[in-house]
């Protein structure tokens, strides 16, 4: 009966997790999934955080469902730390927000909102991105189209070309953009770019659909949202996911958002019910634990205080990293330009190295980063960045 079905030949972020845990070399290093990890290498549990979860344990409470669009704490939370927490469309009534399951989560309630309602739309996604941007919406029968973006050659981006394309665009079309820290890249528009972006979405009529998952590892919470927030001042109708995955360091909760700012008050009632019903539908109502936490740190005025300062911590402590890995690969191979490493933002830096060469520091060195020559940076620390970089120059001369 099931002999028809296809293998699934695994996802290459998850699946290289899965390889890296069954590596039995002692010096192996995991530089694939975009986890923060901190410098002993575990993974943090921030001490907002574990306030919040002390206030949710003492006295343990009885789980009810959730409402369909989630905690209301948690979808001002998002909406505070996407728009501002003045943000005059919020006080208009203007943005239909739901908590959603991570921010993939939220990109399938769109990715589903999108194939319903504006059936004929595509969706354009930067060249390259982060591959569940297209699985998500090819599996919402939503036809994905690429736009250009890196240069390989320059390490940077085809800024020109790709406002080109945009022109060629139809009216309601969809671009997935990310805000900030650029998954794979790490390559970030300036200011002064996302304007031109934005003008040219305004002129063509294109639907914006901001992913962003990193807010806080790039400059600062806020210039981190300049994009959403300058689509905001001009007007544009928007879709925004957002995952708390990174940034509150409670990846396995699965806590995100999707805010979708409309026109009229009329047009944001209209798209909350919408959701609402997708919700329904796909997994009727989110879970509540992180919910719960994701209320707590954002709506309590010390909490929140404190996640920002832990936020800036682990950026901080990405961008020694990096300075640290330019400067030894440099002394290494003094011929070669490695500024790229201290130009990226977020998480990730996308290093050029080719499939071979990132087959050759698995299986020779036990250095794990995905086959696109992404390296997750936030895996590297004071113990084993020299032996990162020793590898990286060895597979890099030969
Ligand atoms: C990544 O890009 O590594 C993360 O967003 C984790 C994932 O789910 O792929």
């Known amino acids: 009966m099931f002999e028809r079905i296809d293998y699934y030949a695994g996802d290459p972020i998850l699946g290289l997790m899965e390889k890296y845990s069954a ?24 001490d907002c955080v574990k306030t919040a979860e002390a206030r949710i344990a003492d006295p343990i409470a009885p789980r009810p469902y959730l409402p369909m669009a989630g905690l209301p704490g948690h979808r001002k ?9 003045d943000s005059q469309i919020l006080q208009d009534g203007l943005v239909a927000t739901i908590a959603t399951i991570g921010g993939s989560g939220a990109l399938k309630v769109g990715a589903e909102f999108i194939h319903e309602w504006f059936p004929q739309s595509k969706c354009y996604v930067s060249d390259p991105t982060w591959g569940n ?27 020109d070309e790709m406002i080109a394309f945009f022109e060629t665009l ?68 928007l879709f925004v996911s957002n995952s708390f995955s990174k940034n509150l360091s409670l990846y396995g909760e699965r806590v995100g958002g999707l805010s979708v700012v409309c026109l009229t008050v009329d047009e944001a009632e209209r798209v909350f019910g919408q959701l609402n019903a997708m919700v329904r539908r796909i997994y009727s109502s989110p879970p509540s634990h992180g919910g719960h936490v994701v209320d707590i740190v954002m709506n309590d005025e010390a909490l929140h205080e404190q996640w920002v300062g832990e936020v800036y911590a682990m950026r901080d402590r990405i961008k020694a990293m990096r300075l640290k890995l330019k400067s030894v690969l440099e002394a290494k191979i003094p011929n070669r330009n490695f500024d790229y490493i201290t130009r990226q933002n977020g998480m990730f830096s996308f290093t050029g190295l080719t499939p071979e060469q990132v087959e050759r520091l698995q299986s020779e060195y036990g250095i794990y980063m995905v086959s696109n020559s992404r390296m997750c940076v936030a895996g590297l620390n004071t113990s084993n960045i020299d032996y990162v970089a020793n590898a990286m120059a060895d597979v890099l001369k030969d």
């Open 23 to 46: 590596d039995n070399n002692p010096n192996k290093v995991n530089l694939g999934i975009g986890i923060y990890y901190d410098e002993n290498g575990v993974l943090p549990v921030l």
């Open 77 to 85: 939370g998002c909406q505070e730390l996407l728009f501002g927490k």
């Open 133 to 159: 941007h297209i699985a998500i919406f090819e599996g919402s029968d939503v036809e994905v189209g690429k736009y250009p973006y890196y240069d390989k050659a320059n390490s940077s981006i085809k800024f």
């Open 170 to 237: 139809n009216k309601n079309d969809v671009i997935l953009l990310h805000p900030c820290c650029h998954n794979p890249t790490g390559l970030d528009l300036t200011q002064a770019q996302w304007d031109t972006v934005l003008n040219v979405i305004k002129a063509r009529e294109l639907i914006p659909f901001m992913d962003i998952a990193y807010q806080g590892f790039g400059e600062d919470m806020d210039s981190d949202a300049y994009a959403i927030r300058k689509a905001v001042e001009m007007g544009l109708p």
